[in-house]
């Protein structure tokens, strides 16, 4: 039987917060990792600003606060991204199959969004001392009324209720054999195993930068973070984040 990872863990459950980034940002890390899960969060945020829609009570909204291992260096930071993305779409595999991820870090079921994260790093030179994970996973929710173009939930897909504590321990889980897996030096599997899962990770599909709309396929994804797609003329183009929007009928998904 396999082994699962031991580390010490401490929780901190919230009926109400503003964020749970700006909550567990204040903390000491006194164990190996801090987790902070709120039933509703008045200021929940997503990449660069965006807003998270959440019923209270009724998904997953949490941070998760550490210190990544000694070889993740600044330079490197986006493996951590790629670790807890294949975390969450692994644990979700559990439950119903089609789950991938939307670089850079969105998961997505077929073309609808289930979950976003938003990471902080705190910065000491060349070496990351703590790394604050925020987390929206849409687990319960039966009715979204933001003007977002495609969310959906784990019931929306299943049509069933689950447990949150239970998906969120799996996430963790699986999370800590990642990182053991970047502490080990074995950083390949992982920027493999992410491209694999990749939201339109093969064939050309549309997309939009500040010259309009191109189409084009996913060539790669750079160690740094920055995708590279490659147009119908043969042509390669980098893109940082929100520099490039994924279309679906002409309509721009969430990031």
């Known amino acids: 039987m396999k082994e699962e990872p031991r580390f010490e863990l401490e929780l901190i459950k919230l009926k109400e917060t ?13 164990k ?7 039933d509703f969060q008045t200021a929940g945020r997503g990449q660069q600003g965006n807003s998270w829609e959440s019923e209270q009570g009724a998904n997953l909204t949490l941070s998760i606060l550490f210190s990544p291992p000694e070889n ?30 939307k670089w850079p870090n969105d998961i997505y079921w077929n073309h609808k969004k289930i979950g976003g994260i938003l990471i902080e790093n705190e910065l000491k030179g060349k070496h990351i001392e703590r790394c604050i994970m925020g987390i929206g996973l849409n687990i319960n929710q039966e009715l979204f009324k933001s003007h977002a173009p495609n969310p959906t939930s784990l019931f929306l897909i299943t049509g069933k209720k689950y447990n949150r504590d239970d998906i969120l321990m799996k996430i963790i889980l699986n999370f ?7 502490e080990d030096g074995k950083t ?11 939201y339109r990770n093969d064939g050309l599909y549309a997309y939009k930068d500040s010259n309009g709309i191109f189409y084009a396929s996913i060539e790669h994804v750079e160690p740094q973070g920055p995708i590279c797609l490659k147009d119908e003329n043969g042509n390669l183009r980098y893109y940082n984040f929100k520099e490039v929007k994924f279309l679906l009928d002409n309509l721009e998904l969430s990031n």
């Open 176 to 182: 800590k054999s990642y990182l053991k897996l970047i």
């Open 188 to 198: 390949k599997n992982i920027i493999q195993s992410y491209h694999k899962v990749l």
């Open 18 to 30: 503003d964020s749970t980034n700006n909550y567990v940002k204040h903390l000491p890390l006194k």
């Open 72 to 101: 993740v260096l600044a330079s490197n930071q986006f493996i951590l991204s790629q670790a807890i993305s294949l975390a969450i779409q692994k644990t979700l595999e559990e439950y119903i199959h089609g789950f991938c991820i």
């Open 32 to 38: 190996e990792m801090i987790i902070v899960t709120a």
